[in-house]
């Protein structure tokens, strides 16, 4: 029987081709973690693909919160186009607590602003369409 030693590995370019290509397999995950095993020959293994259980380790979850903030700020900004939030995160770093309470704020006021621009659409979609002459006709 062999032994079993755990250790987090270095992102080595090998890894990095497998966590791409895992991450193809499911559209283009943005988190993710590739757990594999070394046989007694020196072989790779996957064993399996993590989603967002992906388990920060401690010794690095600083580093890895403040990319998690990153992240889902610029994924937001994709969906709901605010450049500006994205301009002042990047402006921004988030390593004191008085930088998390401003990062903050700006993601309520981002809320604010989407739930505005919400509004207006809704309102938009509600106002009745004004019919022609021959609207009535055909």
Not at 94 to 107: C, D, G, P, Q, V
Request: charged share 25%; glycine share 6%; with cysteine.
């Amino acid at each position: 029987m062999g032994e079993l030693i755990y250790k987090v590995m270095e992102l080595t370019d090998t890894f990095k081709l497998w966590a791409d290509e895992c991450s193809k397999c499911y559209g283009g995950m943005d988190l993710l973690a590739v757990d594999a095993v070394m046989d007694e020959n020196g072989n790779y293994h996957i064993l399996e693909l993590n989603g967002t259980a992906l388990g920060i380790q401690p010794q690095h979850w600083h580093e890895d919160s403040q990319r998690l903030v990153h992240l889902v700020i610029q994924r937001m900004d994709q969906l709901f186009c605010s450049p500006k939030l994205v301009e002042k995160v990047q402006e921004t770093s988030t390593s004191t607590a008085a930088e998390w309470i401003h990062l903050n704020k700006m993601l309520q006021n981002y809320e604010k602003e989407n739930a505005e621009l919400k509004e207006q659409l809704k309102q938009l979609k509600e106002k009745p369409k004004e019919t022609g002459l021959f609207s009535t006709f055909f």
